[in-house]
């Protein structure tokens, strides 16, 4: 085989004037990469569509065990016999229910209690005081499919309702379902929808069609090992998986993968130019590529990993799910990837395949000249001190906006965007009944305390009503009174005993508002405030006191995790740079950029899009993406500056390190930023709010902190940058010389200089 200078003919003769021995290496060991990646993506691959069977989205299965609700949460089903998820079915009609609507509702309900997913039995009609409306308890199977459950049981109750009669199925059951719908997109649009804004970018930064094909194959395969991965342990209960979790694997590993893929692409199309051999090209440019992807992939790991000292298990259970999946983008990239670029050399760049061409890259000196990175450079070079200082002025004029973040938690009936049955059925049921109706407020106490503890409840103002739980009584409760438990039945009947276990009793309360408003966490909160200095021991369980201790668990987590996490990148930077000071700068210049995130993310919630708040869980989830992943810009640059600076200087080398790797690394934020923007497209508020910090934050780290303030810091402030290492005491270089405009050098000067170092 021959080649030609321009790389447009056969591939060169590096391959074939081997030894064949050598040879064969060469070609088996990619094939062999290729087809282990593809058997285990094909392995994978068909576990998209079954994540739910392994993932679930309950909100008590992911908090601390020694919270109240939890507590509470494991005692239910020895009091109540069943695992079930209530919902409540909501009647209502602009005119009074009469006694013969009021029957067709009963054989309405009967008729429904045979359906699959309904487990045990179905309460009686219950009529609202001003006669408009009816509720009816419907317990559903935790082991059925909610979302069909519920789905089955509203279209048959609104098939057989009365003319002028509304029906909706709130409650639990209700709330849950309209999750798991909003979650439905994950497995299949979502995906598409990220992958579809990762091609596009790539065709255009690129203007190739084979190459963005290689890279999504690499980010592609990378998640279905990663979901292989997770699915089984998951499924041996190792791992807790929800759907939010499952979002943001899938987007983290798609745009990790690309990332780490574009840094290798763009260093194998520097060495196709000096090198015939696309073999010996392939290896270079992972020499080049290891140390700042495997930085920068640990960096991550090491970020989400902190995540397990999360009281909250929905964040403990992300930090290995997202590892796992970091540890695979970064095998992709690193063995798949040079795989593929090998199979198809130069001809992966087709229509643009790089040239061999080395005498102009020495005419270069290394860096192509012109363009808008080599300007920039220029500008920064001249200019640093104004650069950095309104830059600073800049981002820190945007953080501004932190203090509007209300990030204090939100109703359970805002969580989905856009149209909710269990919220429109949850407003109605707040018009007739008392507003937590369905949704009470457990508490399990000791039985010898049971009339005090009854009495207080009853004696607090937002509490409407007490029953204890018995398996004597109609329904499986009776009513509560100073008198004692009531009997329910014909006069003369004695009072159903309470069921007991261990001693302990349960006690439910309806609350006066909403089980998911803020009036009812502070019911909660006061009670147990009140419970804590009396006898028995009584602890408050339920859906309110389920979102209380979320939040506070999601609060403690905030507090704890964030500065460990910004300990644990300092060090990683300080053994990556073999300095202090440069990695104390990239610490500051990314947390500045993602106090300006939040900051305009806050005014954006609260003055375009109206976001009833945020859950105290968005700020840590948008500084773990974020400071992970934006420190990752500033690894590629300044891994890249450092290396530079061996060579040719400090002032020079962070020119030309922008200059070499600003194409990369603003193609790399552009995907990012997309891939992260897209978990806009499921209607949950969570996502949403994380998916617009996250891809703001990028934006805002790839052409505002990378391209003008680490670089116009890092030139002003000279060699002294990378104190204390080597590079800093080296006093056989010559100064830096001071910032200010360059001295053009011939082409010979740049030649000779580049001969030189090398």
Same mark, same amino acid.
């Given at each position: 085989?021959?080649?030609?200078?321009?790389?447009?003919?056969?591939?060169?003769?590096?391959?074939?004037?081997?030894?064949?021995?050598?040879?064969?290496?060469?070609?088996? +060991?990619?094939?062999? %990469?290729?087809?282990?990646?593809?058997?285990?993506?094909?392995?994978?691959?068909?576990?998209?569509?079954?994540?739910?069977?392994?993932?679930?989205?309950?909100?008590?299965?992911?908090?601390?065990?020694?919270?109240?609700?939890?507590?509470?949460?494991? *005692?239910?089903?020895?009091?109540?016999?069943?695992?079930?998820?209530?919902?409540?079915?909501?009647?209502?009609? $602009?005119?009074?229910?009469?006694?013969?609507?009021?029957?067709?509702?009963?054989?309405?309900?009967?008729?429904?209690?045979?359906?699959?997913?309904?487990?045990?039995?179905? &309460?009686?009609?219950?009529?609202?005081?001003?006669?408009?409306?009816?509720?009816?308890?419907?317990?559903?199977?935790?082991?059925?499919?909610?979302?069909?459950?519920?789905?089955?049981?509203?279209?048959?109750?609104?098939?057989?309702?009365? !003319?002028?009669?509304?029906?909706? #199925?709130?409650?639990?059951?209700?709330?849950?379902?309209?999750?798991?719908?909003?979650? &439905?997109?994950? $497995?299949?649009?979502?995906?598409?929808?990220?992958?579809?804004?990762?091609?596009?970018?790539?065709?255009?930064?690129?203007?190739?069609?084979?190459? /963005?094909?290689?890279?999504?194959?690499?980010? @592609?395969?990378?998640?279905?090992?990663?979901?292989?991965?997770?699915?089984?342990?998951? !499924?041996?209960? #190792?791992?807790?998986?929800?759907?939010?979790?499952?979002?943001?694997?899938?987007?983290?590993?798609?745009?990790?993968?690309?990332?780490?893929? @574009?840094? @290798?692409?763009?260093?194998?199309?520097?060495?196709?130019?000096?090198?015939?051999?696309?073999?010996?090209?392939?290896?270079?440019?992972?020499?080049?590529?290891?140390?700042?992807?495997?930085?920068?992939?640990?960096?991550?790991?090491?970020? %989400?990993?902190?995540? @397990?000292?999360?009281? +909250?298990?929905?964040?403990?259970?992300?930090?290995?799910?997202?590892?796992?999946?970091?540890?695979?983008?970064?095998?992709?990239?690193?063995? %798949? +990837?040079?795989?593929?670029?090998?199979? =198809?050399?130069?001809?992966?760049?087709?229509?643009?395949?790089?040239?061999?061409?080395?005498?102009?890259?020495?005419?270069?000196?290394?860096?192509?000249?012109?363009?808008?990175?080599?300007?920039?450079?220029?500008?920064?070079?001249?200019? /640093?001190?104004?650069?950095?200082?309104?830059?600073?002025?800049?981002?820190?004029?945007?953080?501004?906006?932190?203090?509007?973040?209300?990030?204090?938690?939100? /109703?359970?009936?805002? %969580?989905?965007?856009?149209?909710?049955?269990?919220?429109?059925?949850?407003?109605?049921?707040?018009?007739?009944?008392? $507003?937590?109706?369905?949704?009470?407020?457990?508490?399990?106490?000791?039985?010898?305390?049971?009339?005090?503890?009854?009495?207080?409840?009853?004696?607090?103002?937002?509490?409407?009503?007490?029953?204890?739980?018995?398996?004597?009584?109609?329904?499986?409760?009776?009513?509560?009174?100073?008198?004692?438990?009531?009997?329910?039945?014909?006069?003369?009947?004695?009072?159903?005993?309470?069921?007991?276990?261990?001693?302990?009793?349960?006690?439910?309360?309806?609350?006066?508002?909403?089980? $998911? &408003?803020?009036?009812?966490?502070?019911?909660?909160?006061?009670?147990?405030?009140?419970?804590?200095?009396?006898?028995?021991?009584?602890?408050?369980?339920?859906?309110?006191?389920?979102?209380?201790?979320?939040?506070?668990?999601?609060?403690?987590?905030?507090?704890?995790?964030?500065?460990?996490?910004?300990?644990?990148?300092?060090?990683?930077?300080?053994?990556?740079?073999?300095? #202090?000071?440069?990695?104390?700068?990239?610490?500051?210049?990314?947390?500045?950029?993602?106090?300006?995130?939040?900051?305009?993310?806050?005014?954006? =919630?609260?003055?375009?899009?109206?976001?009833?708040?945020?859950?105290?869980?968005?700020?840590?989830?948008?500084?773990?993406?974020?400071?992970?992943?934006?420190?990752?810009?500033?690894?590629?640059?300044?891994?890249?500056?450092?290396?530079?600076?061996?060579?040719?200087?400090?002032?020079?080398?962070?020119?030309?390190?922008?200059?070499?790797?600003?194409?990369?690394?603003?193609?790399?934020?552009?995907?990012?930023?997309?891939?992260?923007?897209?978990?806009?497209?499921?209607?949950?508020?969570?996502?949403?709010?994380? *998916?617009?910090?996250?891809?703001?934050?990028?934006?805002?780290?790839?052409?505002?902190?990378?391209?003008?303030?680490?670089?116009?810091?890092?030139?002003?402030?000279?060699?002294?940058?990378?104190? /204390?290492?080597?590079?800093?005491?080296?006093?056989?270089?010559?100064?830096?010389?001071?910032?200010?405009?360059?001295?053009?050098?011939? &082409?010979?000067?740049?030649?000779?200089?580049?001969?030189?170092?090398?």
């Amino acid at each position: 085989m021959t080649g030609n200078r321009t790389g447009r003919g056969p591939e060169p003769e590096g391959i074939a004037t081997r030894s064949p021995g050598r040879r064969w290496l060469r070609i088996l +060991l990619p094939s062999a %990469l290729i087809l282990v990646w593809l058997t285990l993506a094909g392995l994978g691959g068909p576990l998209f569509g079954k994540v739910d069977q392994v993932s679930s989205n309950d909100q008590t299965a992911y908090l601390p065990e020694s919270a109240e609700a939890t507590e509470v949460q494991h *005692a239910l089903g020895e009091f109540l016999d069943d695992d079930a998820i209530p919902a409540i079915v909501v009647f209502s009609s $602009d005119s009074e229910l009469d006694e013969p609507r009021l029957e067709t509702l009963e054989q309405s309900v009967s008729d429904a209690a045979g359906l699959d997913g309904i487990a045990g039995d179905v &309460s009686p009609v219950i009529s609202s005081e001003d006669g408009r409306a009816a509720q009816v308890f419907v317990p559903i199977d935790a082991d059925a499919d909610v979302s069909d459950a519920v789905q089955a049981l509203g279209e048959t109750l609104r098939g057989e309702a009365p !003319d002028g009669v509304d029906v909706h #199925v709130t409650g639990p059951a209700g709330f849950t379902a309209d999750l798991v719908e909003g979650f &439905s997109g994950i $497995d299949g649009i979502l995906l598409l929808v990220a992958l579809l804004a990762v091609f596009v970018i790539l065709i255009f930064v690129y203007r190739s069609l084979l190459l /963005p094909v290689v890279v999504l194959t690499t980010s @592609l395969f990378a998640l279905c090992v990663a979901l292989f991965t997770v699915w089984h342990l998951a !499924d041996a209960g #190792v791992l807790l998986l929800s759907g939010q979790t499952q979002g943001i694997l899938f987007i983290l590993v798609i745009g990790a993968a690309t990332d780490y893929s @574009l840094l @290798l692409v763009a260093r194998f199309r520097e060495e196709l130019r000096t090198n015939r051999d696309r073999g010996d090209a392939v290896l270079q440019a992972i020499r080049g590529s290891f140390e700042p992807i495997v930085a920068s992939g640990g960096t991550v790991i090491a970020g %989400l990993l902190c995540l @397990l000292l999360s009281d +909250l298990k929905s964040n403990s259970t992300l930090g290995p799910v997202a590892s796992i999946g970091i540890v695979f983008a970064m095998l992709s990239a690193l063995t %798949l +990837l040079p795989a593929l670029l090998f199979a =198809f050399g130069r001809a992966a760049y087709w229509p643009r395949r790089p040239a061999y061409e080395p005498e102009r890259v020495r005419e270069e000196n290394g860096i192509p000249a012109g363009g808008v990175w080599h300007r920039l450079a220029g500008l920064i070079r001249r200019h /640093p001190r104004p650069i950095w200082i309104i830059t600073t002025l800049a981002l820190a004029l945007g953080a501004g906006g932190v203090a509007q973040l209300n990030a204090q938690g939100v /109703p359970q009936s805002d %969580l989905v965007l856009g149209h909710s049955e269990a919220r429109e059925g949850q407003a109605a049921l707040g018009e007739h009944f008392p $507003d937590g109706s369905g949704s009470p407020a457990y508490v399990l106490v000791d039985a010898d305390a049971l009339q005090a503890t009854a009495g207080a409840l009853r004696a607090h103002p937002d509490i409407d009503g007490v029953t204890v739980t018995s398996a004597d009584a109609p329904g499986g409760s009776a009513p509560v009174t100073d008198d004692g438990i009531q009997p329910l039945g014909p006069p003369g009947a004695p009072a159903p005993e309470p069921t007991a276990v261990d001693g302990r009793v349960l006690l439910q309360a309806t609350l006066a508002d909403a089980a $998911d &408003s803020d009036a009812a966490a502070e019911t909660v909160m006061s009670l147990r405030e009140q419970f804590a200095e009396a006898p028995g021991d009584a602890l408050v369980g339920g859906v309110t006191a389920t979102a209380v201790d979320t939040n506070q668990a999601s609060i403690h987590d905030r507090n704890l995790i964030i500065p460990i996490i910004l300990a644990v990148i300092l060090v990683i930077l300080m053994l990556l740079l073999r300095s #202090v000071l440069a990695p104390v700068l990239l610490i500051l210049t990314t947390v500045l950029s993602f106090g300006t995130a939040l900051g305009v993310a806050a005014l954006v =919630f609260n003055g375009v899009f109206a976001f009833p708040g945020a859950d105290p869980a968005v700020p840590l989830y948008g500084f773990v993406f974020l400071v992970a992943l934006g420190i990752d810009y500033n690894i590629f640059l300044m891994t890249r500056v450092r290396e530079e600076s061996k060579r040719h200087g400090t002032r020079e080398g962070i020119a030309r390190g922008l200059t070499i790797t600003g194409g990369v690394i603003t193609s790399a934020g552009l995907v990012l930023a997309a891939t992260f923007a897209a978990l806009s497209i499921i209607p949950i508020l969570f996502l949403v709010q994380i *998916a617009f910090i996250v891809a703001f934050g990028v934006l805002l780290d790839t052409f505002i902190v990378r391209s003008l303030l680490v670089p116009a810091l890092a030139t002003d402030i000279g060699r002294a940058i990378w104190w /204390p290492s080597r590079l800093w005491r080296d006093e056989h270089r010559p100064s830096d010389p001071a910032p200010g405009p360059a001295r053009h050098r011939g &082409s010979h000067e740049l030649a000779e200089e580049a001969e030189a170092t090398r």
